[in-house]
């Protein structure tokens, strides 16, 4: 973990916190890469990931943006009511799940809501790289809109289309124009709520993109865990507990003692993956990929369950 301080704080559009912060102790902050992202303690035991949304050139801060999330389970709205500008907080490495393909001779950035906080990071990268790019912003309405000014000014921001859906003058998206053409090469990045998500895969992949070249990064709301019991039998111990109606298998293993490393707690962040050696997951995550999901080897211990009666985990 590294201490870090709060050298800026400011709200932007509606209900977003942006804030930069440098370390503690003067040095430079780790290099990341785009599309990383910081786990932040809002708490002890309590830690949320955040995109990391500056220039990743530049080492001496980090920028993060913080959508106060109506149903927040006390991650952001930790951070809106509590977390002032001077302040220390940890955070730890950066990390990155959501990586540019360095291979793929041009980006389309299609960034919906607050999930547009990886793809500034990425416009960086790729100007920066001269790969060609655009980045599509959309938002329910530009007045809620973070970032606005910011992009503005940037030196691509001619690669910047901003698309509102409260009837404010912006442009339609048109997949047959603003995607290009997949044997371009190119690769299409996508991140935002689940909704969005799913919309703009689909487009892609009815634009003809082939699914290794849609990349994608979830902000979703908590998934739903529930569901009824199962069996589940740990391999390298050889224990089988039983996971109760409702319970998610950390809380399960918890009971008997079992410690399991989480992070996220909602299927975001990949730190509870764990192998499957029997049985079928019923997955609830974000983080598997649809291809890893149906090979069915691999499952996420904080959210997701079982649809046969019995599960074999390596663990
Ligand atoms: Fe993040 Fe399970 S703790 S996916």
């Known amino acids: ?3 870090v301080t709060i050298t800026r704080r400011e709200t932007q559009g509606r209900d977003i916190v942006v804030l930069d912060l440098a370390a503690a102790d003067g040095a430079p902050l780790p290099a990341f890469e785009a599309g990383a992202h910081i ?90 790289a001269g790969t060609p790019f655009t980045l599509h912003y959309f938002a329910r309405e530009l007045a809620g809109a973070a970032f606005l000014d910011e992009l503005a000014q940037l030196p691509f921001a001619a690669a910047v289309t901003l698309h509102s859906d409260a009837g404010e003058a912006t442009p339609a998206f048109d997949p047959a124009t603003d995607l290009p053409a997949p044997g371009s090469g190119a690769h299409v990045y996508i991140c935002g709520p689940a909704g969005f998500m799913e919309h703009m895969e689909a487009q892609a992949r009815a634009g003809g993109f082939a699914p290794g070249a849609i990349h994608r990064e979830f902000f979703s709301a908590a998934p739903d865990a529930q569901g009824g019991s199962f069996e589940l039998e740990l391999a390298r111990s050889g224990r089988t507990i039983e996971v109760a109606e409702g319970q998610t298998i950390v809380a399960a293993l918890a009971a008997i003692g079992i410690k399991v490393d989480v992070s996220c707690e909602q299927g975001i962040c990949g730190t509870c993956l764990c192998d499957v050696l029997e049985g079928e997951p019923d997955h609830r995550d974000s983080f598997l990929t649809g291809e890893e999901r149906a090979e069915g080897d691999q499952m996420m211990l904080c959210c997701s369950r079982a649809k046969t009666p019995r599960l074999v985990i390596d663990l």
Not at 50 to 77: M, T
Not at 110 to 123: H, N, R
């Open 1 to 3: 973990m590294i201490d």
């Open 39 to 128: 786990d932040v303690e809002i708490a002890p035991g309590l830690t949320r990931q955040y995109s990391l949304c500056g220039d990743p050139a530049e080492h001496g801060r980090y920028r993060i943006g913080v959508l106060k999330d109506a149903a927040s389970r006390g991650g952001s709205a930790a951070i809106h009511d509590g977390f002032a500008q001077g302040q220390t907080v940890r955070i730890g490495a950066p990390r990155n799940l959501f990586p540019l393909d360095a291979g793929a001779p041009g980006a389309v950035l299609l960034g919906g809501g607050i999930g547009v906080t990886p793809m500034i990071a990425m416009a960086h990268a790729l100007h920066a």
